[in-house]
Antibody, heavy 120, light 107 residues
Framework: EIQLQESGPGLVKPSQSLSLTCSVT?????????WSWIRKFPGNKMEWMGY???????NYNPSLKSRISITRDTSKNQFFLQLNSVTTEDTATYYC?????????????WGQGASVTVSS | DIQMTQSPASLSASLGETVTIECRAS??????LAWYQQKPGKSPQLLIY???SLHTGVPSRFSGSGSGTQYSLKINSLQSEDVASYFC?????????FGAGTKLELK
């Protein structure tokens, strides 16, 4: 059974970078799915942030394109989110998820979420 | 970006009742719509994709319908374990966008 687990600092200062790790067990991230980051803001609005494909290519939400980077470490079966120049508006719960390749965009497995607060 | 308007924001229903949640897209999304369930403290779970396809292992009391810009999720014979938040996602047009969610409680 696949499991995804987000980890990283729960508090980030404004203007700094937010870095999160998604550790995947039960499935190899190079085996044929894409891997997404999504966030849920206070008030419940959700935003798709971007994904890294099983081959390593990436695609980002244009609203974040200048600040976001998604990378991976295949040896550790992990993928990562980096969001630069954060502000208080980046305070959210961050989720990683697996994306169905046969139905691109649909996410069939999610992590529990990592709460990140941006505050000085 | 396509805007997804989800209603109602909250809903209270009795056990055994049928519940309907709706999502309206700001333009035609050609059935590129998924529904998810999220229980408190848990990760979201995929229920429906392609507007009406039931994901593996999801109880048959859940169903999705709709076309064009209007979509709905129906829960027949509400069970206590269905108490959760539900949200829709359109993936027809880049970037994917989400509804604001519906919180379902027991009456």
């Amino acid at each position: 059974e696949i499991q995804l687990q987000e980890s990283g600092p729960g508090l980030v200062k404004p203007s700094q970078s937010l870095s999160l790790t998604c550790s995947v067990t039960g499935y190899t991230i190079t085996s044929g799915y894409d891997w997404s980051w999504i966030r849920k803001f206070p008030g419940n609005k959700m935003e798709w942030m971007g994904y890294i494909s099983y081959s390593g290519s990436t695609n980002y939400n244009p609203s974040l394109k200048s600040r976001i980077s998604i990378t991976r470490d295949t040896s550790k079966n992990q993928f990562f989110l980096q969001l630069n120049s954060v502000t208080t508006e980046d305070t959210a719960t961050y989720y990683c998820a697996r994306v169905l390749r046969r139905v691109p965009g649909v996410m069939d497995a999610w992590g529990q979420g990592a709460s990140v607060t941006v505050s000085s | 970006d396509i805007q997804m308007t989800q209603s109602p924001a909250s809903l209270s229903a009795s056990l055994g009742e049928t519940v309907t949640i709706e999502c309206r897209a700001s333009e035609d999304i050609y059935n590129g719509l998924a529904w998810y369930q999220q229980k408190p403290g848990k990760s979201p779970q995929l229920l429906i994709y392609n507007a009406n396809s039931l994901h593996t292992g999801v109880p048959s009391r859940f169903s999705g319908s709709g076309s064009g810009t209007q979509y709905s999720l129906k829960i027949n014979s509400l069970q206590s374990e269905d108490v959760a938040s539900y949200f829709c996602q359109q993936y027809y047009n880049y970037p994917d966008t989400f509804g604001a969610g519906t919180k379902l409680e027991l009456k």
